[in-house]
Nanobody
Framework: VQLMESGGGLVQAGGSLRLSCSAS????????MGWYRQAPGTQRELVAR???????MYADLVQDRFTISKDNSKTTIYLQMNSLKPDDTAVYYC???????????????WGQGTQVTVSS
């Protein structure tokens, strides 16, 4: 299984970034795909998830600012991040977990992470 994130970087507050995660080695249509983030000194937290059927869920802190989407033909998911805030600064990780164990992302696979830094 390989999950390759891209699209991180440095952006000013109020700006936008789009993260991508290309998946290989999994049955893409059978996995819940998600974005998580971890800031220094904190635990990894859920940002957004998308099911094989396309249902989405978001953390309260990013609701209405971030949008998760996927392209099944490219086995890629995206995270469009708008109205970024300094508190959004973190390493963002892509996750793929089989639908039957979707309740525990650690039963799936993780990407290497991509740094997002939002300056004030």
């Amino acid at each position: 299984v390989q999950l390759m994130e891209s699209g991180g970087g440095l952006v000013q507050a109020g700006g936008s970034l789009r993260l991508s995660c290309s998946a290989s080695g999994i049955i893409f249509a059978a996995n819940v795909m998600g974005w998580y983030r971890q800031a220094p000194g904190t635990q990894r937290e859920l940002v957004a998830r998308i099911t094989p059927g396309g249902s989405t869920m978001y953390a309260d802190l990013v609701q209405d600012r971030f949008t998760i989407s996927k392209d099944n033909s490219k086995t890629t998911i995206y995270l469009q991040m708008n109205s970024l805030k300094p508190d959004d600064t973190a390493v963002y990780y892509c996750n793929a977990v089989p639908m039957q164990v979707h309740y525990d992302p650690n039963l799936g696979s993780w990407g290497q992470g991509t740094q997002v830094t939002v300056s004030s």
